[in-house]
């Protein structure tokens, strides 16, 4: 099954407004990334955090990571068109930090 | 970063054959891995490629059906073989790069439909 649950699955607002997103997970992870993916293309890499930090900011995404909970959040601020895509959370895993495990994903859609 | 190109980019096979899917990175990489995504669905590992070492399989997927190669550290490919409609997926290959080796950058993807 899926490390990771991102919820919600589907999310639509207005432009401008911030898109939160949420991930949770299920084993201890060496560190969490976001990834988004435009229409069926390939993956960019947003932002990694470890298991060790808390919060981290890059632009106008800032996640979170809670480890007691096993969760994080992704939070785009001042949304945009260009935000339109699908977002994943991935876990790399204590016991084989190299693999990376996804979630299933939030479709994020911003209206003009 | 790490630029990766996939050759096809996209394709339509008949059940039956089989498809090679090649991955270039423009750097030399120790990890590659190849990824499927089914329609709608979230990235699965298929399997973790090392130069110099057969391939390790994540549950579900096996060699004969999904043989790998890794002939150097720039280079994989990826064969689907004896194909079927439910193999119609986006087929993607990643490499771990950086200073940490712990980020994933991602190849455009190939784009399979099999009648």
């Known amino acids: 099954s899926q490390q990771g649950e991102e919820d919600p699955q589907a999310l639509s607002i207005q432009e401008g407004e911030n898109a939160t997103m949420n991930c949770s997970y299920k084993?201890?992870?060496?560190?969490l990334q976001w990834y988004r993916q435009n229409s069926g293309r390939g993956l960019v890499h947003l932002i990694l955090?470890?298991?060790?930090?808390r919060e981290k900011h890059s632009g106008r995404l800032r996640v979170t990571l809670d480890t007691s909970k096993k969760s994080s959040s992704l939070l785009i601020t001042a949304s945009r068109a260009a935000d339109t895509a699908s977002y994943f959370c991935a876990t790399a895993l204590y016991s084989s930090a190299s693999k990376i495990i996804f979630g299933s994903g939030t479709r994020l859609s911003i209206r003009p | 970063s790490a630029v990766i190109s996939q050759k096809p980019s996209r394709d339509i096979c008949q059940r039956g054959t089989s498809l090679t899917i090649q991955c270039q990175v423009d750097?030399?990489?120790?990890?590659m891995f190849w990824y499927r995504q089914q329609p709608g669905q979230s990235l699965t590992l298929i399997a973790t490629a090392n130069q110099g070492s057969e391939a390790t399989y994540e549950s579900g997927f096996v060699i004969d059906k999904f043989p790998i190669s890794r002939p150097n550290l720039t280079f994989s490919t990826l064969t689907v073989s004896n194909m079927s409609p439910e193999d119609s997926s986006i087929y993607l290959c990643?490499?771990?790069?950086?200073?940490?080796?712990?980020?994933?950058?991602f190849g455009p993807g190939t784009r399979l439909l099999v009648l």
């Open positions: 955090i470890r298991s060790n930090e």
């Open positions: 990643s490499v771990e790069y950086g200073t940490f080796q712990e980020t994933q950058y």
């Open positions: 750097s030399q990489v120790t990890m």
């Open positions: 084993t201890s992870i060496n560190n």
